[in-house]
């Protein structure tokens, strides 16, 4: 039988586990046996394996994160790791590769095909900003996990004729923050790719709160635009292992920024990484397995060097260079088309 790996890289997501339960259940009838890698491309360096079987799968299609643990590693930056990784495929004798990672795990997937390893990628994570798909298994989650808290906080805001100002994730890309603003009512939605003046948001909220709305929520993206808000950058040395920014919070920034502007008693909540974690929706499960059994599928006609995609309702393939060309972001008409609804005043 042949053998194929399966690595998780990046940042966690609900629906890991859904894919890499497909690839070992959806192998079999190919005969292929697989091999799981632990923590992404570093257990492919350190030759840290384990094999999957269609037992050991077994209850995991619900489970949050990943059963096979995730880095943030470049493959590629060291030359004795990419050595170390030929070596390992060849030691465990792995036919190919199914990387499930985001953009910069599907970008070092990209390289690492180009320098001769067969693979084959599916697209991962919360943000839904890889290009080539309509949607990335992980996003509805998250969407769901923010909505229902922003649900919550309508309650006590409008309880208290309070401000809230609710941060989600979105370094570069503001889908969780628009998609789950719109669905769970927010008053207000600031997005990295719409430069936004504090001006701007306070004299909405104003507006509202003039016209007898007493209360308010405003959505942030963790990597809005700082500089058009007028508050302080992040400072340059919080980077993570991968050279970006942390983000400290600018929500709490915002919040003391608005109460001192407009005189309403503003609170803050950062959902943080509450939004990675947690059982994947029934769509995401449904979604990665697909993915999963798309990914085998190509190893089986050796079409490598693609990721699967979603388009439409077709699971469809693209090569891996188009998929990392750019980010997918926001489209401006739906964030104009969010905007005419939000805040009750438009």
Not at 324 to 342: G, N, W
Request: hydrophobic share 40%; proline share 4%; charged share 25%.
């Amino acid at each position: 039988m042949k053998r194929i790996g399966v690595l998780t890289g990046g940042g966690d997501c609900p629906g890991l586990n859904a894919v890499i339960r497909a690839v070992v259940r959806s192998g079999l009838p190919h005969g292929f046996e697989t091999i799981g890698i632990r923590n992404g491309w570093q257990g492919l360096i350190d030759g840290d394996v384990e094999p999957l079987t269609d037992f050991s799968v077994s209850g995991i299609l619900p489970k949050g994160g990943t059963i096979l643990g995730t880095s943030r590693i470049n493959p590629l930056e060291k030359t004795a790791d990419f050595q170390k990784i030929k070596a390992n495929m060849k030691k465990f004798g792995i036919h190919a590769l199914v990387v499930i990672g985001g953009d910069g795990t599907l970008s070092a997937a990209r390289d690492v095909a180009g320098e001769g390893i067969s693979l084959v990628g599916v697209p991962k994570t919360i943000d839904n900003d890889i290009s080539g798909t309509d949607v990335t298994f992980g996003f509805d989650t998250a969407v769901a996990t923010v909505t229902e808290a922003i649900d919550r906080l309508h309650t006590t805001a409008e309880s208290h004729h309070r401000i809230i100002v609710v941060e989600v994730m979105g370094r570069n890309v503001g889908w969780i923050a628009v998609t789950a603003g719109l669905a769970g009512g927010a008053d207000e939605i600031l997005i990295p790719e719409i430069h936004t003046t504090m001006d701007e948001v306070c004299n909405n909220l104003m507006a509202r709160y003039r016209s007898g709305k007493k209360f308010s929520i405003v959505v942030v993206a963790e990597g809005v635009n700082r500089e058009t808000l007028g508050l302080p950058p992040v400072p340059e040395d919080l980077r993570d292992e991968c050279g970006h920014e942390k983000f400290v919070g600018i929500a709490n920034m915002l919040g003391k920024e608005i109460e001192s502007r407009i005189g309403i008693e503003t609170r803050v909540t950062i959902l943080g990484h509450v939004q990675r974690g947690g059982s994947p929706t029934a769509y995401d499960r449904v979604l990665a397995t697909r993915y999963g059994v798309a990914a085998v599928d190509l190893i089986s006609t050796e079409r490598f060097g693609r990721m699967v995609a979603l388009r439409g309702n077709e699971i469809i393939d693209i090569p891996l260079e188009d998929a990392v060309a750019h980010l997918k972001t926001v489209d401006p008409a739906f964030y104009r088309m969010a905007k005419t609804v939000i805040g009750g005043m438009q």
